[in-house]
T-cell receptor
Framework: DGGITQSPKYLFRKEGQNVTLSCEQN?????MYWYRQDPGQGLRLIYY???????QKGDIAEGYSVSREKKESFPLTVTSAQKNPTAFYLC?????????????????FGSGTQLSVL | GDSVTQMEGPVTLSEEAFLTINCTYT??????LFWYVQYPGEGLQLLLK?????DKGSNKGFEATYRKETTSFHLEKGSVQVSDSAVYFC?????????????FGTGTRLQVTL
């Protein structure tokens, strides 16, 4: 079955530590995204990538880093500079718009990673 | 910038009751509008969408109509079930480049009881 896999489901970070959240998709989607979800605040965009080896900052990129070395993978690193990392992190992907113009707006989400600080 | 405002929850209904969750938006241009649903401990799933004014999106008994004159996209269902209990997010897409940068509302939790 095609889909998006996020791991781990739960992650704990010690102070001063960097942690990496994994996101893998086998939908052959070009674009991938990372969102952060906090209670009562909805979802906020951290980073997104339209093609391999390219990515752009979203609304709350400070304290985070990403890479896009393969089409299938878009890992997110939460660095020690992120002072309030406790949140639910969601990865998503979408098709390239040149193929199906409306389909590129349809996001498919993973099941999320809950990050907490020890 | 773009923004989405949803009614605050939680919304508690009895099974078979009528559901309305209000959503209004602020955007430049002509965004696409979406409703996503999130079940406990899971990611979001697209429920329905509308891409232009007066379009009606529908799925699984849920409906929403793109109202440009009132900048609204209210979600409705005629008869809710316990299985509809979830958090519902209204969102818009700014259609920039080849990526879809969605702006989400804060979500509305729906609880349906027997």
């Amino acid at each position: 079955d095609g889909g998006i896999t996020q791991s781990p489901k739960y992650l704990f970070r010690k102070e001063g530590q960097n942690v990496t959240l994994s996101c893998e998709q086998n939908l052959n989607h070009d674009a991938m995204y990372w969102y952060r979800q906090d209670p009562g605040q909805g979802l906020r965009l951290i980073y997104y990538s339209q093609i391999v080896n390219d990515f752009q900052k979203g609304d709350i990129a400070e304290g985070y880093s990403v890479s896009r070395e393969k089409k299938e993978s878009f890992p997110l690193t939460v660095t020690s500079a992120q002072k309030n990392p406790t949140a639910f992190y969601l990865c998503a992907s979408s098709l390239h718009h040149l193929g199906q113009p409306d389909e590129h707006e349809k996001l498919f989400f993973g099941s999320g990673t809950q990050l907490s600080v020890l | 910038g773009d923004s989405v405002t949803q009614m605050e929850g939680p919304v508690t209904l009895s099974e078979e009751a009528f559901l309305t969750i209000n959503c209004t938006y602020t955007a430049t241009g002509y965004p696409s509008l979406f409703w996503y649903v999130q079940y406990p401990g899971e990611g979001l799933q697209l429920l329905l969408k509308a891409t232009k004014a007066d379009d009606k999106g529908s799925n699984k008994g849920f409906e929403a109509t793109y109202r440009k004159e009132t900048t609204s996209f209210h979600l409705e269902k005629g008869s809710v079930q316990v299985s509809d209990s979830a958090v519902y997010f209204c969102a818009l897409s700014d259609r920039t480049g080849t990526a879809s940068k969605l702006t989400f509302g804060t979500g509305t939790r729906l609880q349906v009881t027997l």
